[in-house]
């Protein structure tokens, strides 16, 4: 996604407000920190130009670095690690940790994945998580099962702060038309490797196979980027779209955050394609635009939005996953794609995340306060 604005402060205007609590962000140009760092008092040092990068990249984090965290040990009063950690070798994260801690800053650590998605082999991941759990100062996750397994993993109790907003409060809501039929979707991306695209595809036309023989004019459109890291997995996908019918492969570019809003806005209900992981900032999305999610019973996905918009599969069943579709297709409160009552689904969540989001922001302030030693 798109980086997002950051609150920022000049070191002049710093010290003209002592109350402010700056935070050096890995990253800080990601719409996640955007919403859980809008509490007023918090400011987010911008994200360090990534040598040889394009503008917006922040990955691999320059702000993990022992060097630029002694450099810059005047500018902020705390470091938050979310994402990008598993660009560095195993130690380094402790280096980070002691460089902040040299500093002065604590060091808040959000644990987002305890499965990394974009990774296959997850040995030296799992020993950077004992890194992170062992030297930060604070821990916080999204979902109570998450929290409970880091208690059980790393003998660390963790804040549990839901996952915020992904649509922008003042995004334009797409609009779309309706459609006769029931179109079921999945995005494959760029086959990263959690994500099972021939084994999706395969379950998903099962699935939807099955539902057409009970009536239900479902339809299934896939879709997947041009550049992919699996060339083998897209040439299944193509092959078993290409052998159905009722199945549309659409293959494009990385889309813009309006183009994504526009594609998922189609759908009457999107199914998350991963074999391991373990929170989903797609399914926020979903929800925040009033799409049905069925979801794998991996992670904690169905934790994210325990109601009944998202609906469990077990991973590789065909059956399982028609009957999460058939309850998400017939449920009495989820609405069909381009309706007036998905309208004011989204409407109604819009509403409901404004408070949360301004929530979790309160809860993220309250903590750096509190470790920074300020009064709350």
Known sequence: ????????????????????????SAPAGHPYVARISAADGISLLPDPPVPGAPAGVWWPPP????????ANRSAAQLLHIHFGTESFAPGH???VIDAAHKAGWPVVYTAHDLEHPQLGDQVAYAGQLDELMRGADAVITLTEGAASAIRDRWDRSASVIPHPSVVAPDAVTPRVRSFDGIRIGVHLKDLRPNVDGPGTVRMLLDSADRLRRDGVPVVAEIRLHHRVRDDAARDEVRSLCAADEHATLVEHERLSDAELAIALSRLDVYVLPYRHGTHSGWLEFCWDLGVPVAAPLVGYYAEQHPD?????????????LTSALASLISGSDVARAGTEERADIVAARREARRQTDEAAAAAHAALYRRLAGRPS
């Open 93 to 95: 994260m402790t280096t």
């Open 308 to 320: 009944r918009s998202v609906a469990t599969f077990a991973p590789g069943s065909g059956a399982d």
């Open 63 to 70: 702000v993990l670095d022992p060097a630029w965290i002694d």
């Open 1 to 24: 996604m798109v980086p997002f604005a950051t609150s920022t402060l000049s070191p002049a205007a710093r010290e003209a407000a002592p109350d402010v609590i700056t935070i050096a």
